[in-house]
């Protein structure tokens, strides 16, 4: 029944952000929303993987720049259709999950090793893309402006901010379908206790690379999604650190392991730094510093995200109030 | 059913199983019994695939599973507790036992339904909405034990059940045992507590140092000379007799 009450209040708050947007906000909300909807989508790839399987990324920027990056190839190099470009990015960015995850579950890599061995691919990938031609070396790439909804880029940016909560709003239906299938019960066996989920006939390996495929498919769309709003990408915004770190600090602040944390994660980060910078009057970082405030405050008061310490609060006082 | 033959299980320098061989026919209660550190468990992890033995052939319904790995044993029928119970903590009680039965169906709302009958049938049945984590160690024993149970097992292992249990709950226990093995499931369980292994078991077999050194029924092996002096040091046995003597 909670379950049911959070997803459709997540899609209501979706459906009454898209209704604002049609009414008519100003460009920089417009745009913040935007760039939240994209981390949303990110965290929401991320968690499927770091969340609810326990194996924590800090390389999701291998997905998502190889998705950011081979839609932008085919797109400039080959003249392919954006959508077309889009697909292959999530296939591509998948294909990568799935042999980073073939590698490192196949040496049965978890923990802490696990997230050094992803960071690691991340690197080699940012710095091949760095200093390879088709990439366009340092200088980055450039996606040529095409207004229209085939080359997926909208002058009127409302309907790019409709597109990706559409995308947001189906990861949500996606969470909440894992959180109830068979995948889903043996993703979470084995994130606590891999060893009594093979006593029980879950073939852990298979499960951690549809896991590893699912959540890097995700992400690379979501690669896809950020350079078709910015239209422009290189090495360090595709395969830097900086979207591996926004992925998963929206996941855990959120809320790993939940459906709305990545949602509530990026909403609240992004917003806060939003306010901070507006306030601060423009000295540099000081965004981050809040960052680092929730951080500190999440690990030691909210150690399961924003969502659990919600949802803790509620059930206490709905039994405080039974007590009475 | 199980016949696990000559297996060997060595640890670097530690001869942790020697040579030991025991049968488990279709349908019987078989008890594996031992002091600490016999190697009861890790004899228990190379039936059930988790740990691979130096020698030694195991096979189950005339199958040499020998090299399998545990997922795939566990859907021949093969399942099997853990000593040190491990729940999904994060999970309640139904969809830890549905862990379990997905296994044989992959729709949720049937595997949710099995579970919760499972779970009745240990005694469960009030406790479904909890999370793991806030089970008793006897509610933490019955989960391992629903577990293993909503994967339909033709062959339930298991590894002390009992085992930090008060009498009163070894008393409600007993008769779930007894009844697991009247719906057709075979089991071989360590363990420690003996008023339930005369109670429960066909066949025992006994554990020390690795090896096997005797087998039969409950009441000739508590008799037996090696048996004793293996749970209590040298010469217990002849003492033993001639205190009996001494009595009578």
């Known amino acids: 029944m909670k379950k049911n009450f959070e997803f459709i209040a997540a899609l209501a708050f979706l459906g009454v952000v898209g209704i604002a947007a049609i009414a008519g906000l100003p460009g920089n909300i417009l745009n913040l929303l935007i760039f939240m909807m994209i981390i949303a989508l990110t965290a929401q790839g991320w968690n499927v993987l770091g969340g609810y399987g326990g194996l924590s990324s800090f390389g999701h920027a291998a997905f998502f720049g190889t998705g950011a990056y081979t839609t932008t190839i085919l797109q400039t190099s080959f003249g392919i259709n954006a959508w077309v470009g889009l697909v292959c990015g999530v296939i591509l960015g998948a294909a990568v999950g799935a042999m980073i995850g073939f590698l490192s579950f196949r040496a049965g890599l978890k923990g802490s090793y696990f997230a050094l061995i992803t960071l690691a691919f991340a690197e080699v990938l940012r710095i091949l893309a760095n200093s390879w031609d088709f990439t366009g070396g340092a200088a980055g790439m450039m996606v040529s402006i095409n207004n229209g909804f085939a080359y997926l880029q909208f002058s009127d940016r409302r309907w790019f901010l409709l597109i990706l909560i559409g995308f947001v709003a189906g990861g949500l239906l996606l969470t909440r379908w894992l959180e109830r299938s068979a995948f889903g019960a043996y993703l979470i066996a084995l994130r606590e206790n891999d060893q009594a989920a093979q006593a029980l006939g879950v073939d852990i390996f298979k499960i951690k690379m549809q896991a590893i495929t699912l959540s890097a498919a995700i992400t690379a769309l979501a690669g896809c999604l950020y350079v078709q709003n910015f239209l422009f990408i290189d090495a360090n915004v595709a395969y830097g650190s900086w979207i591996s770190i926004e992925a998963l600090f929206a996941a855990i602040v959120g809320g790993a392991g939940t459906m709305l944390g990545p949602l509530i994660g990026s909403v609240l980060l992004l917003g806060l730094g939003e306010i901070t910078k507006s306030f601060s009057g423009g000295i540099a970082g000081v965004d981050l510093v809040v960052f680092g405030i929730i951080l500190i405050l999440c690990v030691a008061f909210a150690p399961n995200g924003i969502r659990g310490f919600v949802a803790d609060l509620w059930y206490r006082r709905k039994s405080r109030g039974k007590a009475m | ?248």
Not at chain 2, 9 to 36: C, H, M, Q, W, Y
Not at chain 2, 112 to 118: N, P
Not at chain 2, 175 to 180: A, D, E, H, K, T
Not at chain 2, 230 to 245: F, M, N, V
């Open chain 2, 1 to 248: 059913m199980l016949k696990a033959h000559n297996l060997t299980k060595r640890f670097s320098g530690l001869l942790a199983v020697d040579d030991a061989t025991i049968d488990v026919a279709e349908g019987s209660i078989t008890g594996l019994i031992g002091p600490n550190g016999a190697g009861k468990t890790t004899l228990f992890a190379m039936i059930a695939g988790f740990l691979s033995p130096n020698a030694g052939t195991v096979t189950f319904q005339n199958e040499d599973i020998t090299g399998e790995k545990p997922h795939l044993r566990a859907r021949r029928g093969l399942a099997r507790t853990f000593q040190i119970v491990q729940p999904f903590a994060g999970l309640d009680v139904r969809d830890n036992i549905a862990v379990g039965a997905f296994l044989h169906t992959k729709d949720p709302a049937e595997a949710r339904r099995l579970a919760t009958l499972t779970a009745e049938k240990v005694g469960l049945g009030h406790e479904l909405d909890k999370l793991a984590s806030g089970l008793t160690i006897a509610g933490r024993k019955r989960l391992e034990l629903a577990r293993a149970l909503a994967t339909k097992p033709k062959l339930l292992l298991l590894d002390e059940v009992l085992a930090g249990l008060n009498p009163s709950e070894i008393r409600d226990v007993l008769p779930i045992i007894r009844q697991i093995r009247e719906e057709g499931v075979t089991i071989l369980m360590i363990e420690h507590i003996m008023q339930a292994v005369m109670n429960l078991c066909d066949t025992v077999y006994v554990l020390s140092q690795g090896k096997m050194i005797a087998s039969g029924e409950p009441r000739l092996v508590c008799t037996d000379t090696a048996v004793i002096e293996a749970y209590l040091g040298h010469g217990a046995a002849a003492r033993i007799k001639a205190e009996g003597a001494a009595h009578a």
